[in-house]
């Protein structure tokens, strides 16, 4: 949350938070499916109780600054920052996609974008919802068969690594009217080079510095 809330004081449009339910089924903020990297707890989200989670330290393993900072759940996020900035939710499975619908419909007016690598789970949130915002994330194999795949699920966005976007790429989506967002732009000199190619945003690691460099980056285009 302390990371989320920096973001918003230095004026970045938007979060991207990875999801994993709890044993429980409550959608909780954490990157990865297991606890031993970013908490002082081991073993799986998904073998955890929300009440366990919420007990561990989430915040030692980047700075003693943010010693006993908790684990927040999707709610509490969307409770803090819903009409602040929008929110990439970034989902591993499809039962977490399910409960997170669930939990979007209290949140009406949050500005949310759902992507996934996971291109069936995307497909099966299409068919529960035909509104939904979906984004396609992309870091391996024929970027053609997924740009087709997002435009056949009506994705709103199109998610590259940085070392894959290319010029035909960005032509592609551009004929497609599918914006593109790169992931993980820290040097405002890369974020110019991509700009000028035709890159729509990013997500980064340093929003200070790629905001800082904001009016070189409009000068590019």
């Not at 684990?71 to 996609?97: C, I």
């Not at 007016?109 to 099966?124: C, N, R, T, V, W």
């Not at 970027?143 to 994705?155: G, K, L």
């Amino acid at each position: 949350m302390a990371a989320f809330s920096a973001a918003v004081e230095l004026g970045a449009d938007g979060l991207e938070l990875d999801i994993h339910l709890s044993r429980d089924g409550i959608p909780v903020v954490i990157h990865d499916e297991s606890l031993e990297r970013t908490t002082d707890g081991q073993g799986l989200v998904a073998d955890a109780s929300l009440k366990q989670l919420q007990q561990l330290d989430a915040g030692s393993w980047f700075s003693p600054e943010f010693m006993r900072a908790p684990l927040p759940t999707l709610a509490e996020v969307l409770s803090a920052f819903t009409g602040k900035l929008s929110l990439n939710l970034e989902l591993k499975e499809y039962s977490t996609g399910v409960e997170v619908l669930s939990l979007l419909r209290l949140h009406p007016d949050a500005e949310i974008i759902i992507s996934s690598f996971d291109y069936d789970l995307l497909k099966g949130l299409r068919s529960l919802n035909e509104a939904l915002p979906l984004a396609v994330l992309f870091d391996d194999g024929n970027w053609r068969q997924a740009v087709r795949f997002a435009n056949e699920i009506s994705a709103c966005a199109f998610h590259p690594a940085d070392n894959l976007v290319c010029r035909r790429m960005l032509s592609a989506c551009r004929k497609l009217g599918l914006p593109v967002s790169v992931w993980t732009v820290d040097r405002p000199e890369q974020a110019r080079s991509l700009v000028r190619m035709g890159v729509s945003g990013f997500f980064t690691n340093d929003p200070g510095a790629l905001l800082s460099a904001r009016p070189t980056l409009v000068s590019a285009l």
